[in-house]
């Protein structure tokens, strides 16, 4: 199987050279534009910020797991009538991920990730942890984990001809990489490199009226976190009965302390959140030490399967005996 190794994209000279070019005529470009510095330009800053995200270091990691369960569940709830649906992925990332890439491997993330659940006994595995395990054996006929798949993977192994997929990736070589993943896929996909936080307000409403919206921010940018609230509040107003699908991380940061709050008031009153720390809080300066999943308007087959499911992910993922899990919705508020 041909699964592109982003390490050795980006290594490539021909691309930094590309890459160079690409930020020169930015530069250009804006300094033609916009009465500002390039350096200071808002535009420019946060293109070369997204540039130094490579999903591909982190593929496979414990945040992969919770987020690609979940999406997991909510597919398969949509997909269980015949009636078509669309899949929107804002942030898609490159499609699946060489996990002996050097990407991965100089960080080695999957192996407290999804390489623990490779190693589980099968026989064990609650219902909603081996059906999202067979889709990445799926991926890796050989019996070695070898390949991860990303969210639009997830998507396309859970949808049906009738359904459409719709990508959004930023990254030049991750788009190419996704491009090139869906040249062959079996469900109608649309892969486009823009700003999946601009493109939402054109998708929506989706016109089946069914709808999975993920948001997958890379959060490198302090304005990603406005960016997110005012985006979901703006998708909610035009179509407030999809599915919305945010991650989130846990980091030492007070942008993202705030966020899960911030994420409960936009959503209408309906949602649900799941979150996962392999391990006990440390004094925390940086590093993603956990995350969490904030569904809007979840299925009624969510929390029983999330239930089900997450006491024994978090036995499999701890790295120490503080390992945490929660599980919170809008019903559990008083009043
Ligand atoms: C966390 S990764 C996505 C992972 C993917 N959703 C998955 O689960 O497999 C975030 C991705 O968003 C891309 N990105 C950052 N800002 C973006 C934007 N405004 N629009 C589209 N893509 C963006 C980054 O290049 C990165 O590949």
């Not at 592109?4 to 021909?14: L, Q, S, T, V």
């Not at 930020?23 to 033609?32: D, G, L, N």
């Not at 490779?118 to 999202?132: C, G, H, N, Q, V």
């Not at 809080?281 to 399967?305: C, D, F, K, M, Q």
Request: glycine share 6%; charged share 25%.
């Amino acid at each position: 199987m041909d699964i592109a190794d982003p390490g050795r994209m980006i290594d490539c000279r021909a691309l930094s050279v590309k890459l160079t070019n690409v930020h020169r005529t930015i530069a250009r470009h804006r300094s033609e534009t916009h009465p500002c510095r390039p350096r200071r330009c808002d535009g420019h800053a946060r293109y070369l910020a997204m540039l130094s995200y490579r999903h591909g270091f982190h593929a496979g990691n414990h945040a992969d797991v919770l987020k690609h369960l979940v999406l997991v569940q909510l597919l398969d709830y949509l997909a269980i009538k015949d009636k078509s649906f669309w899949y929107v992925d804002t942030h898609a990332g490159a499609g699946r991920y060489a996990l002996d890439s050097r990407f991965a491997t100089s960080r080695g993330e999957s192996a407290t990730g999804i390489a623990r659940l490779w190693e589980a006994d099968p026989l064990r595995l609650s219902k909603p942890l081996a059906r999202y395990l067979g889709i990445v054996r799926a991926l890796n006929p050989g019996g070695k984990l070898r390949h991860y798949p990303g969210s639009p993977w997830f998507a396309r192994s859970c949808m049906r001809p009738q359904d459409r997929i719709w990508l959004h990736e930023m990254h030049p070589a991750d788009y190419a990489a996704l491009e090139k993943a869906f040249r062959d896929s079996p469900v109608p996909a649309s892969v486009a490199d823009d700003d999946g936080f601009a493109a939402l307000k054109s998708l929506l409403p989706p016109q089946p009226r069914r709808a999975l919206i993920m948001i997958d921010p890379s959060y490198e940018l302090k304005s990603d976190y406005a960016q997110l609230i005012t985006t979901l509040r703006s998708a909610l107003a035009r179509f407030a009965t999809g599915v919305y699908l945010v991650w989130y991380p846990v980091i030492p940061r007070r942008e993202a302390h705030e966020l899960p709050r911030r994420l409960e008031s936009t959503a209408n009153g309906n949602w649900l959140r799941v979150s996962l720390q392999p391990r006990a809080p440390r004094n925390e300066t940086s590093g993603l030490y956990g995350s969490g999943v904030l569904v809007i308007n979840p299925p009624h087959t969510l929390r029983p399967a999330l239930e089900a499911c997450m006491p024994q992910l978090a036995e499999l993922l701890a790295i120490d005996a503080g390992a945490s899990f929660s599980i919170d919705s809008s019903r559990d508020l008083p009043g």
